[in-house]
Structures are given as structure tokens and as C-alpha cells.
């Protein structure tokens, strides 16, 4: 008998690794699910740009590759190489670039309604207002622009969400991501979409399961024609966290997903 498919759930911006019980009814093997966000006043802006532009975006990528390589050594040190890796939003980039690495050995690949590949014109406008966020930052000082932040949290978040999702579970994650911190979490953001989820994805060679959102973030087409072997599935009137908020059936899906691959030759 074959022993159960060993999982890695990556959340998403702002997010924390407490999403991954939503998908525990659908893997019956180990699961891991580290909380990978830069921790509150960790980043030191005394040599950060004063005004949005290329050093900036450089320094933003070097936040985001850190986190890369942070996770990677996480999931290596845990022993999970050779597991299914699942990501959330920008989790599911990060799996993706775990995915295409050999040393990773990922059994499958699962994007959870992921910017993957990243739409070219949602890069630049992420890079120009994170980019602005963290240069208020330097220019004002962290509690100013961390009351500014809150404020426009609606800006950020309101379009995630379907009009039927309302109650605990959303008001949970608007506050995680109101309170986040304005440096550390628009670094975060304004890094990752400079990944090149692109060219991982034509390195993968795991199968591939992508669940979308309605409305959600997932580029359809462009992943499709990215993978034409990608198992593509949109789950109706869900938005943005489907695996919060359309649980059961995402669980449902992944369950079908992570029993295939345990069955298959190439997993041992």
C-alpha cells in the first residue's frame, strides 16, 4: 500500500498558515503550512528610495526572493521535497516557483485562484502603488502611513470577495490585511509580482491543477495557453478565497487531484 501523498499549503499576501484548515479534510497525509509574511518593523528603511522607481523595485524583489528562499529551505529542512505543494494567491506563485525546482521534487502543483503567470498590466500597477506605500513610509514615517494603510484597506480588498461572502470569515481576513504592516506587506506585494512565474511554468513537469475564482484572479486564457496539460476548474460565485469560502468544493477537488497522484507511477 502506498503511503499518503505529503502536502505544503503556501497562503497568500498577508495571510497566515491557520488557512490551511480549511483543506485538511482533503489530504489524509502529512501537511504543512508555514507562516511566511515578513514580520512587523523587520525591515529597516533608512536606505530605501524616497520616491518610487527602479532602485525601488529592486529592493521590493529582494524582499520577495527572500521569503523564496526562506520557505524552500523550510520545506527542505521539514523533510516535505516530493510533496503536493498547494498556494493560495501569491502562495500559489511561490509554489510555483518551488515546483519547478528540482530539489522541491513537487508530486503536484494546485493554485488557488493564483496570479500565475502574472498579467503583465496587474505588475506594473502593483509595483507603482506598492512602490509609493513604502516610499510614503520613508518620506512620513511607519505610524502615519501604517493609519493611512487601514484606512484604505477597502481599496485593497473589497474586489476579492463575492457579494454572498460576508460574516466571521471575511471580516477575519480584512482585518489581517488592514493591519498588516504597511513596509514589510507592500514590499511583500510589489516583490512578488516581479517573479518570473512565467518561465516556472514552462519548467514544470508535475501535473497541474488550477481552481479560479468568479470573479477571481486566476488569468484563465493566459494559463491555458501557458499549460494546455493544466487541469483548469472555475468554481461558480466564489471569489477570491474559494478555499475559505467554497470550501467543500474545493476540498473536493483536491481530494480527487491528491488521490490521482498517489495512485500514479511516478509517485513513491
Same mark, same amino acid.
Given at each position: 500500500?502506498?503511503?499518503?501523498?505529503?502536502?505544503?499549503?503556501?497562503?497568500?499576501?498577508?495571510?497566515?498558515?491557520?488557512?490551511?484548515?480549511?483543506?485538511?479534510? =482533503? #489530504?489524509?497525509?502529512? @501537511?504543512? %503550512?508555514?507562516?511566511?509574511?515578513? $514580520?512587523? /518593523?523587520?525591515?529597516? !528603511?533608512?536606505?530605501?528610495?524616497?520616491?518610487?522607481?527602479?532602485?525601488?523595485?529592486?529592493?521590493?524583489?529582494?524582499?520577495?526572493?527572500?521569503?523564496?528562499?526562506?520557505?524552500?529551505?523550510?520545506?527542505?529542512?521539514?523533510?516535505?521535497?516530493?510533496?503536493?505543494?498547494?498556494?493560495?494567491?501569491?502562495?500559489? =506563485? #511561490?509554489?510555483?516557483? @518551488?515546483? %519547478?525546482?528540482?530539489?522541491?521534487? $513537487?508530486? /503536484?502543483?494546485?493554485? !488557488?485562484?493564483?496570479?500565475?503567470?502574472?498579467?503583465?498590466?496587474?505588475?506594473?500597477?502593483?509595483?507603482?502603488?506598492?512602490?509609493?506605500?513604502?516610499?510614503?513610509?520613508?518620506?512620513?514615517?511607519?505610524?502615519?502611513?501604517?493609519?493611512?494603510?487601514?484606512?484604505?484597506?477597502?481599496?485593497?480588498?473589497?474586489?476579492?470577495?463575492?457579494?454572498?461572502?460576508?460574516?466571521?470569515?471575511?471580516?477575519?481576513?480584512?482585518?489581517?490585511?488592514?493591519?498588516?504592516?504597511?513596509?514589510?506587506?507592500?514590499?511583500?506585494?510589489?516583490?512578488?509580482?516581479?517573479?518570473?512565474?512565467?518561465?516556472?511554468?514552462?519548467?514544470?513537469?508535475?501535473?497541474?491543477?488550477?481552481?479560479?475564482?468568479?470573479?477571481?484572479?486566476?488569468?484563465?486564457?493566459?494559463?491555458?495557453?501557458?499549460?494546455?496539460?493544466?487541469?483548469?476548474?472555475?468554481?461558480?460565485?466564489?471569489?477570491?478565497?474559494?478555499?475559505?469560502?467554497?470550501?467543500?468544493?474545493?476540498?473536493?477537488?483536491?481530494?480527487?487531484?491528491?488521490?490521482?497522484?498517489?495512485?500514479?507511477?511516478?509517485?513513491?
Amino acid at each position: 500500500m502506498r503511503a499518503a501523498l505529503p502536502a505544503v499549503f503556501l497562503h497568500g499576501w498577508c495571510g497566515h498558515g491557520d488557512e490551511a484548515e480549511h483543506l485538511k479534510p =482533503a #489530504l489524509s497525509g502529512p @501537511l504543512l %503550512a508555514p507562516s511566511w509574511m515578513p $514580520a512587523p /518593523g523587520s525591515m529597516e !528603511l533608512e536606505a530605501w528610495p524616497q520616491e518610487h522607481g527602479p532602485a525601488m523595485d529592486v529592493a521590493m524583489a529582494q524582499v520577495a526572493n527572500q521569503i523564496h528562499q526562506h520557505v524552500r529551505h523550510a520545506i527542505l529542512q521539514a523533510g516535505f521535497a516530493g510533496s503536493l505543494l498547494i498556494g493560495h494567491s501569491m502562495g500559489g =506563485a #511561490l509554489a510555483c516557483l @518551488l515546483a %519547478a525546482d528540482p530539489a522541491i521534487a $513537487a508530486q /503536484g502543483l494546485v493554485l !488557488l485562484d493564483s496570479s500565475v503567470p502574472m498579467p503583465p498590466q496587474r505588475r506594473v500597477e502593483a509595483l507603482q502603488r506598492m512602490g509609493n506605500w513604502v516610499a510614503r513610509a520613508v518620506r512620513e514615517g511607519r505610524l502615519p502611513a501604517q493609519a493611512a494603510w487601514i484606512l484604505d484597506q477597502p481599496n485593497r480588498t473589497d474586489h476579492f470577495f463575492h457579494p454572498r461572502e460576508q460574516g466571521a470569515a471575511r471580516a477575519l481576513i480584512e482585518r489581517r490585511m488592514a493591519h498588516s504592516p504597511v513596509v514589510e506587506a507592500a514590499a511583500t506585494l510589489g516583490g512578488y509580482v516581479q517573479w518570473p512565474t512565467a518561465a516556472a511554468l514552462e519548467q514544470l513537469r508535475c501535473p497541474l491543477l488550477a481552481l479560479a475564482g468568479d470573479p477571481g484572479r486566476l488569468p484563465v486564457a493566459a494559463l491555458r495557453q501557458a499549460r494546455p496539460d493544466a487541469v483548469i476548474q472555475i468554481i461558480p460565485n466564489s471569489g477570491h478565497f474559494l478555499h475559505v469560502f467554497a470550501a467543500r468544493e474545493v476540498q473536493d477537488l483536491i481530494k480527487v487531484f491528491s488521490l490521482d497522484l498517489a495512485g500514479s507511477d511516478g509517485y513513491r
